[in-house]
C-alpha cells in the first residue's frame, strides 16, 4: 500500500513510500537533493520498516534538527502505528 508524508523542515516537500506488510517496496521523495534521495530510497528497498527506523532516526542535515533520512523514519512510524 502507497502512503504519502508530508516532510517537515527539509527540502523535501513529500515522500512517497509502497509497504508491503513490514517490509519496504519503493520510497520516492519529491523535491531534496535528487542524488541523496534516490541513493536513500534505492538503500532501503526491500528492508524490514523497524530497521530503516533504526537506521535513519535523528540525522540532522547541516544545522537543521532534522534530515530527508530522518524524515522517512518519522513517516515510517506513523505508517507502522497506523496513523498515516
Known amino acids: 500500500m502507497e502512503f504519502a508524508y508530508k516532510t517537515k523542515g527539509v527540502c523535501a516537500r513529500n515522500i512517497f513510500i509502497d509497504v508491503d506488510g ?7 521523495f519529491d523535491g531534496g537533493c535528487n542524488g541523496n534521495t534516490k541513493g536513500i ?6 528492508m524490514k520498516v523497524d530497521e530503516v527506523i533504526e537506521k535513519l532516526e535523528g540525522i540532522k542535515c547541516g544545522f537543521k534538527d532534522t534530515s530527508c533520512p ?8 506513523l ?5 498515516i
Open 22 to 28: 513490514d517490509t519496504i517496496k519503493s520510497v520516492r
Open 41 to 46: 530510497s534505492s538503500l532501503v528497498e526491500g
Open 70 to 77: 530522518a524524515q522517512l523514519a518519522e513517516a515510517l512510524k
Open 79 to 83: 505508517i507502522k502505528d497506523e496513523r
